[in-house]
């Protein structure tokens, strides 16, 4: 888009926010960056010169990055980036420097991991969709305006000596039109002003953002250190108790009465369901502190699901539930093999946990440049309210019951996160009494 009237200023914030909408920002984002570039914009713009904005998408590693350009001619750098510091702030990036045919300003944001593929045909539909919707802005109605009333000057002109009563009629609607220029002009005054207060507020409110993001950040922090070592503590004195009731309820032990071997038994039963809860907290901690590092390499998946197959077998005691592994469609694909098996046999185990009757079913399929596992079953299912809950930490499902084992509530949040690591998805598709679909999706390389 080329900036060349103050009006532009308008346009352009609306343009950011809804590219920023297309690709896949959440609102608070939108309005960030719609700020960030309504200002530079203004900035830039008051140096007197045509400006161009331009919005690219480029990968920042292996994340993809909306970057934002703001070029006009001639040099200026060094005033211009004292002026914008404070707009840094709300975007990941931004730099001010003097390049081959000016002065450029860009500023950059990463996608959020949930944001949609952006593969060239859905760049060409969000290209086409801005230039359906992109309003004009009220001066460019106007000149379409005196372009019509001058049209109907000239035909007037042309046919005075008949029309005579229409010259009146079209003095007055030059009266209405100067009349109209000038409340326009001045509610455009009055937006601009309000704008640029508004922009000030709202450079002023997301810093305050920033530093309680911080806290925030340093509570989480806390948080998970504090999970972390409560969580290794624990391990010990646990596996230990463990281990005596074993020893308790061993044949060259001294024999129990009937009583006794009861509640030997509820006391190791007990203690690894503490073990589990004290395993799946140590393993959220790492994922939340950032601890884990994906190690990239080709995996086989149909060595893999042959693994899953073999280990999760015993799990499908049930003869009413099928247990099904189906080949997979992808041969290979570039991961991390651990962290991907972690997650699939999270879902399948949970899956097998809370199905009564019917099939449990894997699956792996390519679509476009991704991967996208499914793990399906024909359990209760989940309400359309919940889809979201289910992976916050320690929710379960009102009414759910668990066939063999108990839950803790971290498997579901775990699995999240790991796929947030490996680059990808993870969602839920359920309806009440139909079953469950969980899908993973994954960049193939």
Do not use: C
Not at 219 to 240: C, I
Not at 333 to 340: M, N, P, T
Request: aromatic share 4%; hydrophobic share 40%.
């Amino acid at each position: 888009m080329r900036l060349r009237v103050e009006q532009d200023v308008f346009l352009v914030r609306q343009l950011a926010r809804e590219v920023a909408r297309e690709v896949g920002f959440e609102q608070q984002d939108q309005t960030r960056l719609a700020t960030a570039l309504s200002e530079v914009s203004r900035v830039v713009l008051a140096g007197g010169a045509d400006t161009d904005v331009t919005f690219v998408i480029r990968p920042d590693g292996v994340t993809p990055t909306l970057r934002v350009s703001v070029e006009r001619p001639g040099p200026g750098a060094a005033a211009l980036n004292q002026e914008l510091r404070h707009v840094g702030r709300l975007v990941d990036k931004m730099e001010v420097g003097d390049g081959e045919t000016g002065t450029v300003v860009w500023m950059a944001r990463r996608l959020p991991v949930s944001a949609p593929r952006l593969n060239p045909e859905r760049l060409e539909e969000i290209r086409a969709g801005l230039a359906r919707h992109v309003p004009g802005s009220p001066l460019d109605e106007l000149n379409v305006q005196n372009q019509q009333l001058i049209a109907a000057l000239d035909e007037v002109r042309a046919q005075r000596d008949e029309l005579a009563a229409q010259r009146d009629e079209l003095a007055r609607l030059n009266e209405e039109l100067e009349e109209t220029n000038r409340g326009v002009m001045a509610l455009y005054h009055q937006l601009s002003d309000e704008l640029e207060e508004t922009n000030r507020g709202v450079v002023a409110l997301y810093a305050e953002l920033d530093e309680k993001s911080e806290q925030l950040a340093a509570a989480s922090e806390a948080k998970s250190r504090f999970l972390a070592n409560v969580s290794h503590e624990l391990r010990a004195p646990v596996t230990a108790v463990i281990g005596l009731s074993r020893l308790l309820g061993d044949d060259s032990s001294d024999p129990l009465t009937i009583e006794q071997r009861r509640q030997v038994d509820l006391i190791r039963s007990s203690a690894s369901d503490l073990l589990t809860l004290v395993n799946d907290l140590l393993d959220l901690a790492k994922a939340e502190a950032g601890r884990i590092e994906p190690q990239w390499a080709q995996v086989d998946l149909k060595a893999m699901f042959g693994q899953l197959r073999g280990t999760l077998r015993p799990l499908a005691t049930r003869p009413e539930v099928e247990f099904v592994v189906d080949e997979p469609g992808v041969a290979a694909f570039r991961s991390d093999e651990v962290l991907l098996a972690r997650v699939l046999r999270n879902l399948l185990t949970n899956a097998l946990k809370f199905t009564a009757e019917g099939e449990v079913r894997l699956a792996v399929r390519p679509v476009g440049d991704d991967v996208e596992f499914t793990v399906s079953d024909t359990g209760t299912g989940i309400a359309v309210e919940l889809h979201e809950r289910v992976f916050e930490e320690f929710y379960q499902v009102p009414g759910s019951k668990s066939l063999s084992g108990k839950g803790t509530g971290l498997g579901l949040p775990y699995a999240r996160r790991l796929a947030g690591i490996l680059g990808g998805a993870l969602r839920v598709d359920s309806t009440p009494g139909e079953g469950s679909t969980f899908t993973l999706r994954l960049p193939s390389s």
